[in-house]
């Protein structure tokens, strides 16, 4: 999203959700499965797909029963995924 006014990217409410899905990104792009969106090049880093999913890790272990359903359903969904993509590419 474009704000026309400032001719600058709106960037979406930060969310426990959006947080999650952000860091996801990041891990994508450095498992090499989606281009970078500032270079448009196709980069693979496992030290830093692997650091990324530490994080996501990190986090499901240390906010274990606080988050609702469907925030503890979104980041478990997405930790596998990048586990078997990771794998997948290792």
């Known amino acids: 999203m474009t704000s026309e006014k400032e ?4 960037l979406p409410k930060v969310t426990f959700s959006t947080f999650v899905m952000s860091m996801a990104s990041s891990a994508l792009v450095h498992l090499g499965e989606v281009p ?8 693979h880093n ?30 478990r ?8 993509k990771f794998v997948a590419h290792s």
């Open 77 to 84: 969904d997405i930790l596998y995924e990048l586990r078997m």
């Open 46 to 75: 496992d030290e830093l797909a692997r650091h990324t999913i530490d994080v996501l890790s990190m986090l499901d272990e240390k906010i274990r029963g606080g988050l609702t359903e469907q925030e503890s359903r979104l980041l």
């Open 7 to 10: 001719g600058m990217a709106t």
């Open 36 to 43: 970078n969106p500032e270079t448009g090049a196709t980069e």
